[in-house]
Every structure is written in structure tokens, then in C-alpha cells.
């Protein structure tokens, strides 16, 4: 799982306000490269929750982040360069991403998360 | 200006459609000099031919738009700028010889290379009779040399003869001769590269090649953009999207499906690997049904594409079990000790909830003007005409393509571009419909099953059938693999 679709998710579960961001519990990380597209990260950018990004990326040991951003950091090589490794080359490939709410874990195995609920979740 | 669009004579209905969103796809690389593609093309036929003949004529605003058409396409097998066309060969030498000489003179000057090659439709010409043909062009002054590997210049002289519909596609009423310049042909190579059968980690319903990428060119897939299929099974929609460029991401509830596969290098990962295209961004395991997305994301996607979970081969499934969706049992709780192995039961996904679901995610998650492509099932049945595809308020329908898998079933491929922004109006009635579907569950599975058995493995046996006396007016349709 990368950093992006970590910060498109969140707890579901029924009655649940606040599922987001969810806590990541780091067992394995792994990093792969990925081709720059600049367009597509500039994109990106205007969706991310970047406090959660950041949050997310401390929990994944990367920490070259800047705590706030704005879209004129974009034109900046070095803060793209950034942007991307911890948006698209860090992966949890094993782990947990745990509901701030109600502390229920959704598995991370093989770097695909697990967000099926229980029945008694829906 | 009008180029000789010659098509596949293949899946008759998504042809036009697919010309469309590629014009729509490169009208932002094209030159503003050359005018703005409009959102619908203009089409002409030969005379007197019929709209699923293979030959149209199609109004473009420059070669290179129609060239990166024919490149593109799946089902254009080539586009030409006509020099001449006639029901004769000597009305046809009257056609070429009166199309103006300043069109024609620099593609014919002794510095160019060029080869002519003659195609026939509806019947076999022999290399003799080939030879004859081309010697009888002699009234255009070629004066290039003859290079048939790679030429500067390609011609073709293209027969078309009446001939009856025997294999069940629609007969050529009147002959009819073009000779033009190609301007693009198809990438013919493209279909044999990704064909199923070689497909590393394949699934019962794993979408074939040429379909999915007719589904990706519906989506304007390309570099820069990203797709979603939350149904994405063994991944073979997205890997047609990933091919020409877009970043993807899939969901799918079935865990085996997605995180599993067949083994560490069989799985929706070494799909992407096994043609060297750059890996999805995301895959999960989620339930369509209850999206794990964040609330205040939106207008992330350009394009959702996907063939939703119909009927009995592949039928949906959504989260909770059957008999608690009923009312029969009481909701329970799963105990503490089982919660990570414990696999949740699920319930049947009726048609008409899984729709609801697809549109109400796709107009939230979409950006504007973003795609949502993907399959709907009819029962052909009398009242065929008046089929309703499904509606809302953000989306507008701009082609629906039938394939006829059997006498009575058929999938339509629906392209619907979104349109309105998602407003907090209508994620209320979303989100009352959601309810309502929970709690009449069961009367909506049995109205939503009506056409559920579109997809099953029985029907899935007919479609090799080629029933030719299968006509329905006004739009006649033949039925066939392909078709
Ligand atoms: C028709 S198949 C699509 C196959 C896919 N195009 C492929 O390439 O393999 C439908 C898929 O939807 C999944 N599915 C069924 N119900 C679902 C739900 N409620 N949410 C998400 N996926 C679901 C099934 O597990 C199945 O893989």
C-alpha cells in the first residue's frame, strides 16, 4: 500500500464520524521506484490531506517531509522529488492501518488492505 | 476535411463511439489552428450503404488527428484521404483524375517512395487480377520509386463488391471502388500481445483484450491520468488503461482475487509485469457497496471503468450476511479471539443496488468532465427499443454499444461523462437510497435479478451461435461472437 491510497482511506464502519486518518502500524516496508510524472504528483497535490501525509509518512520512517506545503513548493525539484518517494515509493507491504476512533485494525498483507467490515461493522 | 474511415467489420456498434472519444482524447494535442474537434463528429456513408458496412466517411480537422485515431483504435483498421471513389473503374478514374492536382502532386514526386496495394471486401482478387488493377492506375503520375517495406507513400485501391450476408453481417448492396492515401492504419500487433490466453494470472471473468482496451480508449486513458475499476478481479481492464499510459486502481471484495491470486508471481500484480507496464497504485479489498474512502475526498478519478459483478458467474456480493440483511437473525457479534481470522459473510448485490452504488461513487470521485465506462445487461426482449439505462443527475450518457451474447441477452457498454458536480443534495438522496436498499433488501434482489442471468456460463455457450435470421427493425442486429 502507498502513501496516496493510504490517505484516500478511512474507517467505515457504521456509526464511526472521525475514521480518518487511519494510525499505521509498520511491520514491513519496502520501497519501489516509480517513473516521475509531474502533471500527475502537481494533481495529487490539491487532494492530499498533507498533514495526514506526513503523519503517515513519520509512521513509515521517512521524515524528509515538511511539516506544512503549499502548491509553490511544487516548483521546487527537491520538494517534488520528496513528494513523490513518499507518495509513491514507500509501500506497507505488511502491517495495519488502525480506526482512530474505535482502534479496530484492517490488515495490511502482501501491501493490499484488507477494508472488508464485520457484520456487525455494517 | 473527410477522410475514408474504414473499419473492422467487428463489434459494429462501439465503432463509432470509439472514434469519438479519441478525437475528444487528442483534440487537447491538436494544433488551434486547425479548429476545435467538436463532441460529435459528422459521419457519411457511400451511397446506399448501410451504417454497419465497414466504410464511412468521417470529418476531421487534420490528418494528424486522424492519423493518431487510426493509430490508437481498435476497431478503425484504417483512415485515408480519398483521391476518388466510383460504383466503376472508370467512374473512378473520373474521380481521382478531377480531385485537385495539389492534393495529390506531392505525395506522387520523383524523390518519394510509394506502394500501392489492393484490398477487396466481399470477394478475392488474385495476384494477377491485383496486378492488372494497379497497372490500370497508370492515368496518376507516379513518379517515386516502388518500395514495398516502409514507403514514404502508401495507396491503396480498395474493391468493395455486393455480396449476400452470409456470415450473419449485413450484405454491401452496391459496389463500390476507393483508391486513397493512407493516412493511419491500426496497430494490429496490439490484441495478439495481450491476448487472454497468455495472460499470466486469468479469472473466469477476466475481461478479453480487445474489449478492454475499446473500454480504455472509452475512459481516454492516457499518460497523466488515473483510473479506477472497483471491480478489478484479475486486473485486466486496468491493465489495457495501464497501457496506454494511466496510472490505475482497483478494488475488489473478494480477497483470494486480489491479494492472493495463484501464487507469488500469479496475481493482478504480474499481470502488469508480464507486458513491463508500471504497477497499479493501489489495490485493496472493499466492498463497492461501502466504500472505505475518505468523506471530504472527491474528484480524485478521470475515469472509472469496469465490469460490475452481474448475475451468476461472477455475482456480486456485498458485506453482511444473508439472513442478517433478512431480518431472521439477530446481528451478532464476532468474538474478540476470532476477529482476525474471521472471514464476514456476505449477501447477494442485486443489480440495481450495484448500479446505484457505481453511479453515486463515480459522481463523487470523478473529476468533471471525468469518465465512468462500464457494462449494463439487457433482456432482449419486445420492448428491447425502449430500454433505460440507468440515470443521474451528474452524469450524461454519450454512447451506449450493444454486444449480442445470445437471443436474449445482450451487454451494452454505457460511456457517461460526468457533468454535474456532486452536491450535498445529492449525496443525501444517495445516502437515503443507500438505506432503502438495506431494508427492503430482499424485494430488491428479486426485481434486481431479473437480469441477472446475462452473464451466466449457459448463455456465456451461445454466443458462438451465428443465428442470421435474428433481425429486429429499425436497427437490425446479428448475432455472433463479435458482434
Ligand atoms: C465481472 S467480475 C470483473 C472481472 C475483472 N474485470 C477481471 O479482469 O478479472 C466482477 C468482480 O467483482 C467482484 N465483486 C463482487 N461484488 C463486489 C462488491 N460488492 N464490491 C467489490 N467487488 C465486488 C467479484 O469478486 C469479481 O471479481
Redesign the pocket.
Known sequence: MRLLTHNMLSSNIKGVVNGFPLRIEAEKVVEKTVEMNGEFLKKMFEKIDWKAFVDASWAMGYTELPEEADSSMLDSDEFLNRFHHALLELHLEEGALVCPETGRRFPVNKGIPNMLLHEDEV | MWYLCVFFHRLLDYRRPEVESLAQLFASFEDPQNGDVPSQLQWKLPPHYHADSPFHFVNLPSEQLARKIANRSILVKGMYELWGEGGSYEELKESVLSYPDERKLSYLDSDSTFKITVDSFGKVISLEEQKELIHGLSYIPFKGRVKLKNPDHNFWLIEVDNYGGNNGLPPIVQKRIFFGREVGVADRKLIPTYQLKSRNYL?P???DAEMAFLMANQALATSGTLIY?????????LVAAAHFGAMTMG????IR?VRDGRGPDRNVWSNFKQYGLPMPLGLLR????LPPWRPMLKEVFDAII????YGVR?G???SGGRKLLKGAVQPYTVPDDKRTDHIPSTAP?SLVE?VHDLLDLAAKMLVMGGRLVFFYPVLREEDFKETHFPEHPCFKLISSSEQILSSRYSRVLLTMVKTGPYTEEIAEAARIKHIEFKENHLKWLEDGNLHSAV?SPADAQLTEAGDSKFTKDPKPKYRGKYV
Open positions: 479469472g471473468t477476466a475481461m475499476d472497483p471491480f478489478v478481479g484479475t486486473g485486466s481492464i478494488a475488489d471484495i473478494d482475487v472493499a466492498d463497492n457497496n469496469c465490469d460490475p459483478p461472477a456480486g456480493r456485498k448485490y450495484c452473464f
